[in-house]
């Protein structure tokens, strides 16, 4: 006669405690440290796109570009997600750009065109995607841009100056003479990198991943535009250019002597 088994109270425990033990530890949640506004031109089509941004750990609010909401504390990124096209939008891209203080601004459009990407960068964008790239790789590049921002700033100095060329690094500001200068996050970036190694070549391979953080491609042109916006800006848009020089196959000097 077959007899049946029966687990005793002890048997039990110990499973349930080595079951538990092999169950995958529940993923830590994210924490929403930093604010995006995204400014849309299609409240649908963003909808979605700005769940996304939430789940990748930001805490992104979306506003119509007809109804922007007024907040008395800045985000720390604009986003400007348009389906309908870049042209009607580029004086509030200007606009954007223009007020202070100066965060990270990302043109997110759908069909993006070269022209499109051009004028984006020229109205003071930092960076521009298309919208068929996937809300993480845009939530990538936004803790990129704000790493940039803030890496080792207690290591570097406040204020550099060279003649009538003023950097004040905190207020993200250049002064040309007593002219401030329009520049947009990446610009002044790029200009304060290339300042604080005066007299030396900076090369591009070291200053993608810093800008941009993404890994440097010989194709890659985009330090090639923002100096060439830099230097009409300073005043040195000339071919024989003195300010910002361009070292063939290495990279870029900045001279301390020619302010």
Not at 227 to 235: E, H, N, V
Request: aromatic share 4%; proline share 6%; glycine share 6%.
């Amino acid at each position: 006669m077959c007899r049946h088994w029966r687990p005793t109270i002890d048997a039990i425990v110990d499973i349930r405690i080595a079951a538990s033990s092999l169950a995958p530890a529940a993923a830590p949640a994210r924490a929403s440290s930093r604010s995006v506004q995204v400014l849309c031109d299609d409240a649908s089509a963003a909808a979605p796109w700005v769940g996304a941004l939430i789940a990748e750990g930001l805490n992104a609010r979306c506003t119509s570009l007809d109804s922007i909401e007024r907040r008395a504390e800045a985000p720390d990124a604009w986003v400007l997600h348009l389906t309908r096209g870049l042209p009607p939008q580029l004086a509030r891209l200007r606009e954007l750009r223009a007020a202070p203080p100066h965060v990270p601004l990302v043109t997110v459009c759908q069909g993006l065109r070269d022209l499109d990407h051009v004028l984006a960068l020229e109205m003071g964008a930092d960076d521009v995607i298309d919208t068929g790239v996937g809300a993480p790789v845009v939530a990538a590049r936004l803790r990129a841009l704000w790493r940039r921002c803030g890496e080792r700033r207690d290591e570097q100095p406040e204020h550099l100056s060279f003649g009538r060329l003023q950097l004040l690094r905190r207020e993200r500001r250049a002064l040309l003479g007593q002219t401030p200068m329009l520049l947009t996050e990446g610009e002044f970036e790029l200009l304060w990198l290339l300042a604080l190694r005066a007299g030396h070549v900076v090369q591009r391979t070291d200053l993608v991943p810093r800008l941009r953080g993404l890994e440097y491609q010989r194709d890659d042109r985009s330090i090639d535009c923002c100096i060439y916006r830099l230097r009409a800006k300073l005043g040195d848009d000339n071919p024989a250019a003195r300010r910002i020089r361009t070292v063939r196959n290495r990279g870029y000097l900045f001279s301390p002597l020619a302010w």
